[in-house]
Nanobody, 120 residues
Framework: VQLVESGGGLVQPGGSLRLSCAAS????????MGWYRQAAGDQRDLVAR???????TYADSVKGRFTISRDSAKNTVYLEMNNLKPEDSALYYC???????????????WGQGTQVTVSS
């Protein structure tokens, strides 16, 4: 199983970016998918997650600015980020709870991360 993020980059304050994360491999089912971020010297924190039923949860710091969505047919989760601030700069990681074919347990999988830098 592999999670591959894309869409990071450099953007000015107030700008927007859209992150994507596609899961591939021997997948039977995906439960919760989410985005986390980690700035240099900080711990990895939840940004947003979305349940298998499509119910989102957001960190207080991004409410009203970020939107998480998923395309279950494509095993893909998205993070639309608007009104970006310098404090949003971090390495953004995708995570998913995946049940592999012929397995009986869900496990957490992580992507390699995509850098988001907000600077003028």
């Amino acid at each position: 199983v592999q999670l591959v993020e894309s869409g990071g980059g450099l953007v000015q304050p107030g700008g927007s970016l859209r992150l994507s994360c596609a899961a591939s491999g021997n997948i039977f089912s995906i439960r919760t998918m989410g985005w986390y971020r980690q700035a240099a010297g900080d711990q990895r924190d939840l940004v947003a997650r979305i349940s298998g039923g499509g119910i989102p949860t957001y960190a207080d710091s991004v409410k009203g600015r970020f939107t998480i969505s998923r395309d279950s047919a494509k095993n893909t989760v998205y993070l639309e980020m608007n009104n970006l601030k310098p404090e949003d700069s971090a390495l953004y990681y995708c995570s998913a709870q995946i049940l592999r074919t012929y397995s009986n347990s869900y496990y957490d999988y992580w992507g390699q991360g995509t850098q988001v830098t907000v600077s003028s």
